[in-house]
DNA sequence: TTCGTAGTTGCAAAGATTTGCATAAACTTA
DNA sequence: TAAGTTTATGCAAATCTTTGCAACTACGAA
């Protein structure tokens, strides 16, 4: 089954309609080797959906965000960035704040004490956001920017 | 000493400008119970400095985030907002997606976790930013809106 | 296959946030 | 305390994101 079927039909299951423009919104991000801004999924599904609207980008990424399938990334000042889910490989962020460089994060940790949240606090979790800053590697090593 | 004149000292020890804004601006944000916009943050504190300007504000708690002195909290779609760091009492934030309610949470675990990711990783960690969303103990039981 | 309902979209306008630049103020040093 | 350097501020404009509303479309039921 292609790509773009496959992530059409796990919306379905979810209980979203599956239109032209979530679809191609979906692989437009789904294609992407890196996270990608509004504008660019904007751009890139405009190729093949000439007709589409800038809004309909926002308002499709938080549907696909509600779905749980597509993750959000908001580095401080620049504009949310977005990426695939994979359930396979569920992650966190961790960017550097000197050179921005962004590394993933495996999650399962974070998925466990998302569970010891939920007992103690009788909440049930949906979605754990969490992006950790900091200076990676090779940054932390240069002297004081300021 | 006063409230304000201990915040200003400790934005000094890290560094930053100690202007009439920043002094404002910062305890406008203490004396609020609740986390607020910065909307409210620049109605507040215009009230007593007449000349400010909203991208000040957003400068401003820019800068305070940096200094590690404020917590910010977006939950989805609504504009971001802030909250006084309390060092005695770090916490994230846990947001009922249905009544939009607000429970602040522990981060002891979440520091430690931090500090295990520095280990496996050789990042340095500076913030950690943790939204956990879902459905608050009330919502939970009724029964799904759409 | 057709119909009806509820969810989606496009458009335009509003709201939120960031940026460039000239001016003003804070802090360091003498 | 005055001068010089560096950083912060105000303003206006740009950019990013959300919203209201009317028209449109997906999809379950008939």
């Known amino acids: 089954m292609s790509c ?3 992530l059409a039909e796990q919306l379905h299951e979810r209980g979203y ?4 423009q979530r679809t191609i919104i979906l692989e437009t991000i789904a294609h992407m080797e890196n996270h990608i801004s509004a504008q660019q999924v904007y751009e890139g599904a405009r190729e093949r959906l000439p007709g589409l609207n800038l809004a309909t980008v ?3 990424v938080e549907s696909l965000k509600g779905a749980g399938m597509i993750n959000m990334l908001s580095t401080g000042g620049e504009p949310m960035r977005f990426s695939l889910c994979d359930p396979e490989h569920p992650h966190s962020h961790l960017v550097c704040r000197e050179c921005g ?3 993933e994060l495996e999650a399962e940790e974070i998925e466990a004490f998302a569970r010891r949240v939920e007992e103690t606090t009788s909440f049930r979790i949906d ?4 992006t950790l800053e900091g200076l990676c590697q090779i940054c932390k090593q240069k002297p004081a920017a300021s």
């Open 58 to 60: 926002y308002r499709t």
């Open 101 to 103: 460089s962004i590394f």
């Open 4 to 6: 773009g079927k496959r």
């Open 127 to 130: 979605s754990v956001h969490l």
């Open 17 to 20: 309609r599956v239109t032209a």
